[in-house]
């Protein structure tokens, strides 16, 4: 179908599109436009104005910060997938960014993007999860950081006020291993199941479609911290949780897969 | 200059010369129906039930009415009177068949979820979408049919004025006596229930169309990304009671159809009776979900078939027995696409006794009707699958139960017990060669290796050997199957004054490349290159006769006419030489494009010379009528019949499902072929495209009738990244029933891999107990087979 109706404003800089942003609340950010526009074609979303951020250039970046890797939140999937520097110090993130949707997609779709829609399918959000990141946002009233595992709230929804705009993403240097395990029928496609897994000191571990949003596999971090084995720690992946059933797959073959998966993931990691 | 991917040979037929067709659409550069540009047009679009059964209460049309750039709004009331007669359905499979009254816009219920109940037209595109959300319509909702087998108890009639879902059964049985002392001998008997889901066919262009009413003669030119051109136009005429020769149909570019698009729409008569109606030019084109819910889908059957064997092995007697979806009204082939698989439930092995039935039933659903193979690969895959079964229960392996009953080559032709001769056929050395192609052997021993070290990866072979009967069709045997309509296949080809060859045909390609293999056919014939024949096509106006393009005919039928119009243009133009070089026509030789006296290097004629002769009209022999031309209409004495062994190597994984196709192996025979590039293209596509149905593809439905896979997201077509490279190879068995030795090679592909990945799946599951998993044979499904009880 085609969207609805709707204004479109291309803003100059941040801080053009937080003031637009701020003074309608019918107002969406279009990065990318991957997620929001196939929702919108569908009248799913009907926002009354687009925000469109993809012309603001100084948001697009990869930058070795000494401690960390700061990325601008509109740099897109091929880039991270491409970056040399992320190869040599988050290899992880190269390698998530890589699997996510074809080409076409990694050529248009932002980090920045796809982390504010909070999608819990998505392969991006879970990563930064399991990267234990931070995200920078900017606002009416300034900047602000909130910790990736704070900023995923319910379905679709982030911590994300009015006005707000994610800027940058931080995220460790790998030291230890890591493991991404994306289950699907097709490369395309979302993953049924992911699970995300990255070692800096302590093990960390992140699973994507096993809820409405992006989640830590507390229960298995914890058995891992505990001293249990790779298998105890499996067997906790799914605990508490209510993975959605659809067209893929049921809630209790996620459950199964989500063990599999995270079994893969940990003794990948641990290997390395 | 032509490109040609390999070195010359003398003949042109046979190389491997690429696509003409491919610059333009690989570069955009390509019109389909939605590039045409045209002023003044308005924009229809369609609202369509959001439920699988109802009756409508009530449509306000009055917001939308009410839009600025809205010219029209339409109900099915609204228009009733205008339709002369139902929508076609030209395939009346017997005579007591049932068919519901369908026209292009519901007038008082709905039977599917997308069934058209509106229509609006508009200035612009994106009103014409907006009025359509802006109409109300209030129903009052039915239970809904969806289960083939509850459709089939009646206990809620879809119909009413029917009285039963049922809409036809057609039985074909030859010898009953026969079959049942084969049961009753029989030291094994094996039976099956397959499911074959439905599908949606998702040509990457969804349908569309432009509807042009003329400036004077008061003709209408219909764009429309179509199939069938010369059947529309026929079937528009019929159902709205207009002179056929006021009616122009053109197929510009067409993105694929798989059959979907071999099919008479609401779209098509509604946009004629509105452009009637207002006089002004209408466009309309299909949205991708919207493609998914109004076009047809494929498929849809319960099979249940059984296999009576002697102590060998040998095959005596099948009995077929299907339950097939129709959806919720009759199209254009609906009823008879299962039958077009009803004499080939013996796939290509030698049985003496044979039975078939198919109950055609109706359901809330999008109608179906063609789909690439149309009622062969269900045949195919119930076959193939019960072979397997066979085997497995006797502990044979699976090459060996299909080498045990192949029709053995010196039976050819050979007339089989439901009543076709196969012309012929030599299918042990194309099972052999896929077999070495694949390292069968050497795959076996693997499997068995990994089965003793108790691996949890399972690798799996499947086989499929299949037959298919195609080049649609004989006309006489199509009228013994109350099909509406001929086989036959126009063809006109001309020499023109310069000495260039056009060439006319009736077929209507979209994706096939016709416009390549048709000129090297008349290159072939004419000692001349290919770049110096034009053929046109897909335009009724230039092509006034044809049957168009679906079933595997084009080449056969409509490439036989073509080779034969170029023959009889030869002759006139030898007549021609010989007068003007005063000797007998016998005595000339044609080679390259010259005649020549036979033993003479000086007297000579090239074919332009004679063309331009012919033209000017000058010195030809008394009586001869002017010009270079000749028409052929060439209705085939019998079908084709391809075949070939496919063989799938799938990995599953113990603990998740996955299941991995990792090496592909075809052997088709395909008989002779005029560019074996393109015939590849058509394998691969028609093995990804069964590899869909094997693995991914599903329309599914839930418990309200309600599509839950109208977009790409949801319906799973595999792209290329699923699928390993296929190893192909062919052999060649010509067909005796056209002078090429030609067959036909559009629909194998898909014949015959669905088969061969669910007896690979089934093969490496076989240690579990398995014995069946039905399409999509999902991760999931393949997870719970291994873990049942």
Redesign the interface.
Known sequence: ??P??FEYVKANSIRDAISILSDDDDAKVLAGGHSLLPLMK??LAAPGTLVDIGGIRELSYIEDKGDHIAIGALTRHHDIEHSGLLKESVPFLSYVASLVG?PSVRHRGTIGGSISHGDGASDLPAAVLALDGDLVVEGPSGERIIKASEFFIGFLETALGQGEILKEIRVPKITGGWSYQK?N?????WA?VGVAAVSVGETKVSLVNMGSVPLRAYATEETLKNGGSIEEASEKASEGLQPPSD????AE?RK??AK??VNRALTETLAQ | MTAVETSSSERVTGQRLLRREDPELLTGEAKFVDDLAQQDVLHMAIVRSPVARAKIISIDTSAARAIDGVVGVYTGRDLKDLWQQPMPCAWVVTPDMKNPAHFPLAVDSVNYMGDAVAVVLANDKVIASDAVASIEVEYEELPPVLDLEESATDKVVIHPELGTNTSYVWALEPDNAKLEAAFSSAAHVVKGRFVQQRLIPSAMEPRGLLIVPQPYGGEYTLYSSTQIPHILKIMIAVTLGISESKIRVVAPSVGGGFGSKLNVYAEELLAFTLAKKTGKPIRWMEERSENALATVHGRGQIQEIELAADSDGKVLGIRANLLADMGAYLQLLTPGVPLLGGFLYHGLYDVAAYSFKCTGLFTNKTPTDAYRGAGRPEATFAIERGMDLLAHEMGIDPAEIRRRNFIPKEKFPYSSSPGLVFDSGNYLPNLEMALEKVGYSKLREEQFQLRSQNSKKHLGIGLSCYVEMCGLAPSKVLASLNYSAGGWEAATVRLLPTGKVQVVTGTAPHGQGHETSWAMIVADRLGINPDDVEVLHSDTSISPHGLDTYGSRSLSVGGTAIFMATGKVLDKARQIAAHQLEVAPEDLEYQDGNFSVKGSSEKKMALGQVAFEAFTAHNLPDGMEPTLEATTTWDPPNFTFPFGTHIAVVEIDEDTGDVKLVKYVAVDDVGNQINPMIVEGQIEGGIAQGVGQALFEEAIYDESGNLLTSTLAEYLVPSATELPNFELGSTFTPSPSNPMGVKGVGEAGCIASPPAVINAVVDALSTFGVKHIDMPASPEKIWNAIHQD
Do not use: C, G, K
């Open positions: 179908m085609f609805a109706s569908l009248r074809d289950f029928r097709r490369a395309q496609d049924i067209l893929n797959a049921s073959y199964h897969l599999v998966l």
